[in-house]
């Protein structure tokens, strides 16, 4: 069975250039939709003390850089994606949430190679595990990228 929406959730690293390009070609190979989601971290707690900025505008400055720094990844895979979410938070919950908004069947995300597999699972990515109708591919990260 093809899969008709691909979703790929970056962390936006040097080394998650190997995982787009596996999502391009999944994405080409079953002529699905590529939907890429990076979560922002949700600032809102982080104490700024005396600093003067503008947690807002922080915010905005975040997200641009990361949507320029997808653009610019696809760009180099020669590749237009479906759609590129940029939400902040809850990994988790965003991740489910674009699953569910794309309809994607299938969920593309990295682990390092220096983490043991089962410690990868105990970080953020644990949940997805669960994330109801839609299948899971793990791809191997190096440094070497």
């Known amino acids: 069975m093809p899969y008709r929406n691909i979703l790929v959730a970056l962390e936006l690293s040097h080394r998650e250039k190997p995982l787009l390009k596996r999502a391009v070609e999944l994405a080409e190979c079953h002529q699905a939709g590529l939907h890429i989601i990076h979560v922002e971290p949700d600032l809102s707690g982080v104490y700024m003390g005396s600093l003067s900025l503008d947690l807002r505008q922080l915010k905005n400055k975040l997200r641009l850089e990361s949507g320029h720094e ?11 994606a479906s759609s590129v979410s940029l939400p902040h938070g809850d ?3 965003a991740v489910q949430l674009a699953v569910k908004e794309k309809q994607a069947d299938l969920l593309i995300c990295g682990r390092q190679l220096e983490r043991p597999f089962l410690g990868h699972l105990f970080s953020h990515s644990t949940g997805f595990l669960d994330i109801n109708g839609c299948d899971l591919l793990v ?7």
């Open 70 to 80: 997808i653009m610019q990844m696809l760009k180099e895979e020669q590749r237009n």
């Open 91 to 93: 990994v988790r919950q």
């Open 139 to 145: 791809i191997k990260l190096s440094d070497n990228t």
